[in-house]
């Protein structure tokens, strides 16, 4: 099953439905709905000022500087086997950030495809020294390393060195993961000018029998911005979190976690080509957060607890339509959550709830998140336009997740 579907399908639906405010002992702030909304204004400027702040860092000018000069000098006469080397890869992806509040929504594995670089390594490790006269490249032996000396800033001389070490990978043996080949074990890379470093790369993995991530940290520091990313999987819990702060403030951050059955042959049994999230016995339970500066959507399910209780009800059964319906939103209420809080303090902002409501065409499922004052929340609080890119950012990030970490079927 993918975890497209374990993850994406919590937010769908979870953004709708909610619980009370004391069910998990946690306090509603005492905040005005005006004053949220002020709140959420400022969060989104100061995640634009954070972005905006990194696309003039010298290090993604140099990044660029080298994937340019790579570009201008590949082909075998001039040293470099390949533009689409691992190490090109890897800083093409990280250069990216140079378009600033893109970077923000668009937030991915700072690898980009990790498998490139364990599929090539061999073939492009090497001591690797630009010659200006030539422009070309001098390439010296190395079985452990791939470096490349080069000039940066107008500079006379080989200033700026990016360095791959630690490398360590191997030929999966999975016939189910025949596309991939070779798995990432572990990998540093880092950039330096002048002596000073500005980049350091670092990558960790395990994997199990299955050749299947069990354990998978990396992380990028570029000055006082880091991006961490973990994943942790075992056979009752899968847990996937990225984190982007700047000088250890939040800029964004995602996180979900999933317990149940993760056996390889239960994951096996279970996938299809359209998976109901509603029929399956991987998952029992979810939950999932996505932070934007001090702003923390957070979303529950208890799947298994829906199963049951969905199983207990009949339809057919209910004197009414209406009574039907309020039976559906109770049931969902009781498996289901979502709350909107700030996050330094927990403090929530609004819950949701699902509810029946009366319309030209009959008594209907609906949805509204509700203040601490009673007041519901409508279109205009987040936007529909920028709620929209919103879940179209989250549905784009998680494919990557699911490429990047091997970890779709």
Same mark, same amino acid.
């Given at each position: !099953?993918?975890?497209?579907?374990?993850?994406?399908s919590?937010?769908?639906?979870?953004?709708?439905?909610?619980?009370?405010?004391?069910?998990?002992?946690?306090?509603?702030?005492?905040?005005?709905?005006?004053?949220?909304? +002020?709140?959420?204004?400022?969060?989104?400027? *100061?995640v634009?000022?954070?972005?905006?702040? !990194?696309?003039?860092?010298?290090?993604?000018?140099?990044?660029?500087?080298?994937?340019?000069?790579?570009? #201008?000098?590949?082909?075998?006469? %001039?040293?470099?086997?390949?533009?689409? %080397?691992?190490?090109?890869?890897?800083?093409?992806?990280? @250069?990216?950030?140079e378009?600033?509040?893109?970077?923000?929504?668009?937030?991915k594995?700072?690898?980009?495809? *990790?498998?490139?670089?364990?599929?090539?390594?061999?073939?492009?490790?090497?001591?690797?020294?630009?010659?200006?006269?030539?422009?070309?490249?001098?390439?010296?032996?190395?079985? &452990?390393?791939?470096?490349?000396?080069?000039?940066?800033?107008?500079?006379?001389? *080989?200033?700026?060195?990016?360095?791959?070490?630690?490398? %360590?990978?191997?030929?999966?043996?999975?016939?189910?993961?025949?596309?991939?080949?070779?798995?990432?074990?572990s990998?540093?890379?880092?950039?330096?000018?002048n002596?000073?470093?500005?980049?350091?790369?670092?990558?960790?993995?395990?994997?199990?029998? #299955?050749?299947?991530?069990?354990s998978?940290?990396?992380?990028?520091?570029? @000055?006082k911005?880091?991006?961490?990313?973990?994943?942790?999987?075992?056979?009752?819990?899968?847990?996937?979190?990225?984190?982007?702060?700047?000088d250890g403030?939040?800029?964004?951050?995602?996180?979900?976690?999933?317990n149940?059955?993760f056996?390889?042959?239960?994951?096996?049994?279970?996938t299809?080509?359209?998976?109901?999230?509603?029929?399956q016995?991987?998952?029992?339970?979810? *939950?999932?957060?996505?932070?934007?500066d001090?702003?923390?959507?957070?979303?529950?399910?208890?799947w298994?607890?829906?199963?049951?209780? +969905?199983?207990?009800?009949d339809?057919?059964?209910?004197?009414?339509?209406?009574?039907?319906?309020?039976t559906?939103?109770?049931?969902?209420?009781?498996? +289901?959550s979502?709350?909107l809080?700030?996050?330094?303090?927990?403090?929530?902002? +609004?819950?949701?709830?699902?509810y029946?409501? &009366?319309?030209?065409?009959?008594?209907?499922?609906?949805?509204r998140?509700?203040f %601490?004052?009673?007041?519901?929340?409508d279109?205009?609080?987040?936007?529909?336009?920028?709620f929209?890119?919103f879940?179209?950012?989250?549905?784009e990030?998680? #494919?990557?997740?699911e490429?990047?970490?091997?970890?779709?079927?």
């Amino acid at each position: !099953m993918k975890i497209k579907v374990l993850f994406v399908s919590v937010l769908a639906f979870a953004l709708a439905v909610g619980c009370q405010e004391d069910e998990k002992g946690e306090k509603m702030s005492p905040l005005g709905v005006e004053e949220h909304k +002020a709140n959420l204004e400022q969060s989104g400027l *100061n995640v634009v000022d954070k972005m905006d702040a !990194m696309s003039d860092m010298e290090a993604l000018h140099v990044v660029n500087e080298f994937v340019s000069l790579i570009e #201008n000098t590949s082909g075998e006469e %001039s040293g470099i086997v390949s533009e689409q %080397s691992g190490v090109v890869t890897v800083m093409k992806s990280v @250069g990216e950030f140079e378009n600033g509040m893109e970077a923000a929504v668009n937030l991915k594995s700072t690898t980009v495809d *990790n498998t490139t670089l364990a599929g090539e390594f061999d073939q492009e490790a090497g001591i690797y020294t630009y010659d200006p006269e030539t422009q070309s490249w001098i390439k010296g032996e190395s079985g &452990d390393q791939i470096t490349y000396h080069f000039p940066v800033n107008g500079s006379e001389t *080989n200033n700026a060195t990016i360095s791959v070490t630690n490398f %360590s990978a191997f030929t999966t043996t999975n016939p189910d993961l025949a596309e991939v080949e070779d798995l990432l074990e572990s990998v540093n890379i880092s950039l330096t000018v002048n002596e000073e470093q500005l980049i350091l790369f670092e990558f960790e993995a395990s994997y199990d029998e #299955n050749d299947i991530p069990e354990s998978i940290t990396e992380s990028l520091t570029l @000055g006082k911005y880091i991006i961490e990313t973990s994943v942790e999987k075992d056979n009752s819990t899968m847990a996937f979190e990225q984190s982007f702060e700047f000088d250890g403030n939040n800029i964004i951050s995602y996180h979900f976690e999933s317990n149940g059955e993760f056996t390889y042959d239960n994951i096996e049994d279970n996938t299809s080509e359209e998976p109901n999230p509603f029929d399956q016995s991987v998952v029992n339970s979810a *939950n999932s957060w996505v932070a934007v500066d001090n702003l923390k959507l957070e979303g529950t399910i208890d799947w298994k607890g829906f199963q049951n209780d +969905a199983g207990n009800i009949d339809e057919d059964s209910f004197e009414s339509e209406q009574v039907w319906v309020e039976t559906l939103a109770g049931l969902i209420n009781n498996n +289901a959550s979502i709350e909107l809080k700030y996050n330094d303090s927990n403090e929530i902002i +609004a819950v949701g709830e699902a509810y029946s409501a &009366d319309s030209d065409e009959g008594w209907e499922l609906d949805f509204r998140v509700k203040f %601490s004052d009673g007041s519901y929340m409508d279109d205009s609080f987040f936007g529909e336009e920028n709620f929209t890119d919103f879940v179209n950012s989250v549905d784009e990030m998680i #494919n990557e997740v699911e490429t990047n970490y091997g970890m779709s079927e």
